[in-house]
């Protein structure tokens, strides 16, 4: 059985259609459970969706690629982008405790990502952003 | 993404959710769920057991008719997430600004009130 679904995608907001009924089907047939499942995708919409809106300088297009791998204990899924250098885990949530009229729209992504995954780590390589993610394939009760 | 719209009057709106709020998503329903939400300035109970994924553009969306409903003294109520939904919700913190209820009942009174 293949352990690791590999799709390179362009940076365009459709193309993560596809990328997430593979990702569902490949852990799907994996046995991995629900949650685990629910939050591999929620990683990967949030951190794509933010590469292809904040991650370049042109109106080029870029190539994105995606790996996700099925490991005994755990799913280890990278992003590798060639735009210009940015680590999302930087961000902070503004106003995370502020009352509703101050509190901010934006920049819930990243955040409920470092929430809800195990692990969340990225580096610069080869002048490539590389956002690694790791969630337990089953969680404790 | 399909919006239903259950039930509208002049003492609130109480909207259902139905399929995955991801991107495309919510690009299918917001200007219709901005239009019974902000618009209409009443109450709204948002019903949320046919949602089975949601993301941040998700959260924008109640936060967003929130804060404009806010503005009229009205609230935003969240009905019945799905366990991974509410999930989300939960991580986001939005429950601290925006009522989760399980409860028809009372999700309707604090969208009257």
Known sequence: METTLRRTITNEVHELESLMNATTNFLEDQNVDAQAVYRVKLALEEMITNIIKHG??????????????????EIVGTITDDGHEFNPLEQELKNKNAALPERKVG????????????????RRENEKNILEI???????? | ME??????????????????LDIPG????????IG?????????VID?????????????LFLSAAKALHRENKVVVLLNPQPLVREVLDASGIGDVVAIESDETAAVAKAKA
Request: proline share 2%.
């Open chain 2, 3 to 20: 919006l239903k719209a259950i039930h509208t009057d002049d003492s609130y709106t109480h909207l259902a959710l139905v399929g995955k």
């Open chain 2, 36 to 44: 019974y939400t902000a618009a209409r300035k009443k109450g709204a």
């Open chain 2, 48 to 60: 949320l057991s046919g949602v089975t994924f949601m993301g941040s553009m998700g959260l924008r």
């Open chain 1, 107 to 122: 920049g819930l992504g990243i955040h409920i990502i470092k929430e809800l995954l195990n692990e969340v780590n990225y």
């Open chain 1, 56 to 73: 370049y300088d042109d109106y080029e297009s870029h190539q994105i690629d995606v790996a996700i791998e099925l490991r005994p204990e």
């Open chain 2, 26 to 33: 919510v690009g299918e329903i917001e200007n219709k769920f």
């Open chain 1, 134 to 141: 790791k969630m337990r394939r089953n969680q404790p009760a």
